[in-house]
Nanobody
């Protein structure tokens, strides 16, 4: 069982980036999937950003990304996405997709927002 995030990258402030999370070894449609991130620096904990329920329409976001980030899923591709718009310097972090019910985390992907 595996979750694999797409490669992140370097984005300018105000830019956009879409992350994907591909599930293998299981049908992710049976799970709620979450996106977390961990900012750089000592003592920074992993922060839950958004999650999407199995139905694919029920979603929830942390206030800091609400209105800028959108989580979605594609059952046919067994994937979940995180569209990130209006990126800010403070969005710089390693981003993880997670199937919490399985205790399954992706390896993480670096997103750097910088001018």
């Amino acid at each position: 069982l595996q979750l694999v995030e797409s490669v992140g990258g370097l984005v300018q402030p105000g830019g956009s980036l879409r992350l994907s999370c591909a599930a293998s070894g299981f049908a992710s449609r049976s799970d709620a999937i979450s996106w977390y991130r961990q900012a750089p620096g000592p003592g920074k904990e992993r922060e839950l950003l958004a999650y999407i329920f199995r139905d694919g329409t029920s979603t929830n976001y942390v206030d800091s990304v609400k209105g800028r980030f959108t989580i979605s899923r594609d059952y046919a591709k067994n994937a979940v996405y995180l569209q990130m718009n209006s990126l800010k310097l403070e969005d710089t972090a390693v981003y993880f997709c997670v199937a919490r019910s399985r205790g399954l985390w992706g390896q993480g992907t670096q997103v750097t927002v910088s001018s």
